[in-house]
């Protein structure tokens, strides 16, 4: 019969929250255990920490990227570092006749190998059963198996498995020796090499980022010099990111505003931003905190900014405010401040008792277009759009009607059409309110476009884009009046 029908079901599955690439965060740092060869996206704590081990004391990355999820951050890419020489443990299980049949080798550098134990059951003469332990802890089993090569495909195909070691099948046609009953054989240890790590290692695991994953911050969570920060900034300017910055622990105003102003005398300052002081976190033991740099405090509110409204909305002010930060191991006044301020540095201060970022300068030195991180990060959300977007209409054909100007045209305008009424962009109104242009422009057609350039299959369009700015400060006259005079 006519009228409205709804019926319910249940989802099943995982439910994830819409997270803006843009709102990413990308760092690098040394942890206890997991590769060291590739970026690994995590999207929690305990993501984290099942790839990428617990808190050690040596490094700020479990403690950056614990703060990051924890102050509303949604999924970061990291890239562990390791000495040159670092070493990778592993097991030999042998036959009965004492060849090699399989080769287990732990998934990463580092002493944490050793806890890793293999037991080998045999049910019978033709199968057998790998179980796989974590600091006496199952993790995984392989269940019955009757081949070396069953056994091993199980293990790296298995997502938990892989965590923590890599099969290689030596010899197909044997299977290995069953282990004493309750006593697994553990890899050997490996070593990180942690002592051998320098600024140029960490520089280097930058290259882990590559293009394919997107626009976000990038930051280095255990090294602060100026060479650190310099390739950071170079590398957010190649990749359309933003670089988080801040001095070491302990550093002084007069340090940090030395660094600010080292990268506002680079090149591209517009893709960096500096933070400073440092935060202190809470820890496992009731009472005992931990003072960590402000990457992934800054990074995390900077994701709430973007996930909740957009890029041009900056991590400062009451979107800032912490829930997991305690407070920060310098008090900043309203002096120092605007000392930071001036110097392009983002204070990190207590406002009604609250931890709150209060700055969003960037570190360039070409104001007019280029004060606020959050104008460079509208553009590089726009770049990485069109990348995403005109990437389908390469190979289009080009015909005489300009089919493929239209196509162009059509996509640009999509994109931002959506940025400016998310308010990332500023349209322009003339006296009597009449808009004049939406703040952006867009233009593909043959006067940029000459048929001697479409010979070579070169085709150009220009876009044009005025990005909001931020209100950063309220200037209000107060004027008192006595009894007998008017108020004004």
């Known amino acids: 019969m006519p009228g409205v029908v709804i019926s319910t079901s249940v989802r099943t599955g995982p439910s994830n929250a819409t997270v803006r690439e843009s709102s990413q965060l990308f760092v690098v740092g040394l942890a206890e255990r997991g590769p060291s060869d590739k970026a690994v996206l995590v999207q929690s704590i305990a993501d984290f920490e099942d790839i990428f081990g617990v808190y050690i004391s040596e490094s700020y990355l479990h403690s950056t990227v614990e703060t990051f999820f924890e102050e509303g951050g949604t999924q970061v890419y990291v890239a562990r570092t390791v000495g040159a020489s670092a070493t990778i443990g592993e097991l030999e299980l042998l036959s009965d006749t004492n060849t090699e049949v399989i080769t287990l080798t732990a998934n990463g550098a580092g002493a944490w190998s050793a806890n890793v134990g293999i037991e080998v059951l045999k049910p019978t003469t033709t199968s057998m059963k790998l179980n796989m332990y974590y600091d006496g802890d199952l993790v995984y089993s392989t269940g019955t198996v009757t081949s070396s090569s069953q056994a091993a495909g199980r293990i790296n195909s298995s997502a ?13 046609t044997k299977l290995p020796v069953a282990t004493p009953a309750g006593n697994p054989t553990e890899l050997s240890a490996g070593d990180s090499k942690h002592s051998a790590v320098t600024a140029t290692t960490h520089i280097a695991s930058l290259s882990h980022f590559n293009d394919a994953l997107g626009t976000g911050a990038v930051a280095i969570a255990d090294s602060f010099t100026s060479a650190v920060h310099d ?17 070491s622990e302990g550093s002084t105003v007069a340090q940090v505003k030395a660094l600010a102003a080292s990268v506002r005398g680079g090149d591209n300052g517009e893709h960096a ?7 202190e976190i809470p820890t496992s033991i009731s009472g005992v905190t931990r003072i960590v740099p402000p990457i992934g405090y800054v990074a995390a509110k900077r994701a709430v900014a973007h996930n909740q409204t957009g890029p041009h909305l900056p991590a400062a002010g009451l979107v800032s405010a912490a829930r997991f930060v305690l407070g920060v191991n310098s008090e900043i006044d309203k002096t120092i401040g605007d000392d930071l301020d001036e110097a392009g540095v983002n204070a990190i ?5 609250t931890v709150r970022v209060y700055g969003a300068r960037s570190c360039s030195s070409d104001s007019d277009n280029f004060r606020y991180i959050t104008q460079q990060d509208v553009v590089n959300s726009i770049v990485t759009e069109c990348y995403r977007s005109l990437e389908d209409l390469v190979f289009s054909s080009i015909d005489g009607r300009n089919t493929i100007f239209a196509n162009i045209e059509a996509r640009l305008v999509v994109i931002l059409a959506a940025m400016r009424d998310l308010g990332a962009l500023y349209p322009a109104f003339d006296s009597n309110g009449r808009q004049i242009d939406n703040g952006y422009t867009v233009k593909c057609d043959a006067t940029i476009n000459p048929t001697s350039q479409l010979a070579t299959g070169l085709v150009k369009a220009k876009v044009g884009v005025r990005v909001s700015s931020i209100g950063d400060q309220i200037t209000i006259d107060i004027v008192k009046s006595n009894l007998t005079a008017s108020v004004i």
Request: proline letters at 2%; charged letters at 10%; aromatic letters at 12%.
């Open 231 to 247: 390739a950071i900034v170079s590398h957010a300017n190649n990749y359309s990111r933003i670089a988080i910055l801040c001095g």
């Open 273 to 279: 931003a500096m933070y400073f002081p440092w935060c």
């Open 160 to 172: 938990v498995a892989s965590r923590y070691v890599s099969a290689v099948v030596n010899d197909a």
């Open 349 to 353: 201060r207590i406002i009604q008792n």
